[in-house]
């Protein structure tokens, strides 16, 4: 399906499940149809399954949003607690579009605790009170979290499970219009992991990227899998530098509480410190500047303080605070100020998620997680900008269940949207 239809389709009313490969334009079309309904003066709820996911599209969790925080089942006295919460009653209530960015990583029991709670706040049987419902994301990419072990589930705790899922009665819109990626080799690798049939022709592709030279080592932000591998790299580079070591505080305006979870939900960190030279990643979008969230840069100067960053492509951006904020009923409630940048000689796959990066050294050799390889992987734009340092068998996996489900959602999203046409062709 094309954005156009898949946005027609938005706009009619119909719960959606909005799909695609990585780089189709699913993050581009919630935007979209984000601002279509502002413009119309509908309320819309705009949450992702994690903070970092929630700010690419100014949004919170829907963990917050809910009230369902980190519950993952609700007993009868957790349901009553949360219908106590006046401010959620008032939110919910009002609300007439929900939107759930990367519910890939979203357990069924958390979607159906989400339904159940807002079908409570709204004394209604139907599922989600009779919103409009819209999911998104791409079960390829990362899993729910096992919270227990902090490890990932094995694929049995997808959403699609639920029976929030089921009694939705979602239309399809499966996005397979490619953005990000136009070079064959790349689609060929990306295309043959989604299949589970990564042969030795892809293989051969990767192998000629081992160690590669794609530019100045120290320019390219380094994919890791896990966050002490990442930390430490980013701290020794940093150490590495002889210039004067700069330190920026995260401004904080609210309550406490709320304050918090949006500080520890960004990219921007709390503490951020810069030298000059220092490799580093905008991590918010702002094109009027010059800059979207995963350009990155290296300070090569400070000027009254700021950091002055000369990108990629060759342009200077003295680097300002902006915010973020949580808002309710138009009310600004919390608020948070930094510069948007981190360091960004490393970073990990799970936070590089969303983000579009020219070149990257990427070590999968300890990926632990069927998807990974496949998030990582799908960050840059051609194999010309990948320089890889390791890799094992499980990178290159994608779980079974799911391509069983993504063939099924392809055949639905081709019946939808011939449905969709029917009936508006007859409409019209």
Known sequence: MKQKEALEILKAGYNVFLTGCAGAGKTYLLGEYIRFLKKKGV???????????ATHIGGVTIHSFSGMGILNQLTASDLNRVLKKNYLAKNLKRTRVLIIDEISMLSLDQLDIVDRIIRSFLKSNEPFGGMQVVLCGDFFQLPPVKKDYNLY????????????WRELDLRVCYLTERYRHK???????LDSIRKNNVNEDAVNLLRKCYKAKIGKREEIT???????????????????????????YMNKRGPKGLVETLAKNLLAPERLELKKDAIVMFVKNNPEKGYINGTLGRVVRFQEEKPVVKTREGRYVKVEQEKWNVEEDGEVKAEVRQLPLRLAWAITVHKSQGTTLDAAEIDLSRAFEPGMGYVALSRVRTLKGLRLMGLNKTALKANEEVIKMDEAFQKASKEDRKEFCRIHKKAA
Do not use: C, M, W
């Open 153 to 164: 589930t094995q694929g049995t705790g997808f959403a699609y499970k639920s029976r929030a």
């Open 183 to 189: 070079e064959k080799d790349l689609l060929f690798v």
């Open 222 to 248: 380094k994919l890791y899998t896990h966050n002490l591998s990442v930390d430490n790299i980013n701290a020794g580079e940093l150490k590495k530098l002889s210039g004067k070591q700069k330190t920026f």
């Open 43 to 53: 309320p819309v709820g705009i949450t992702a399954s994690t903070g970092i996911a």
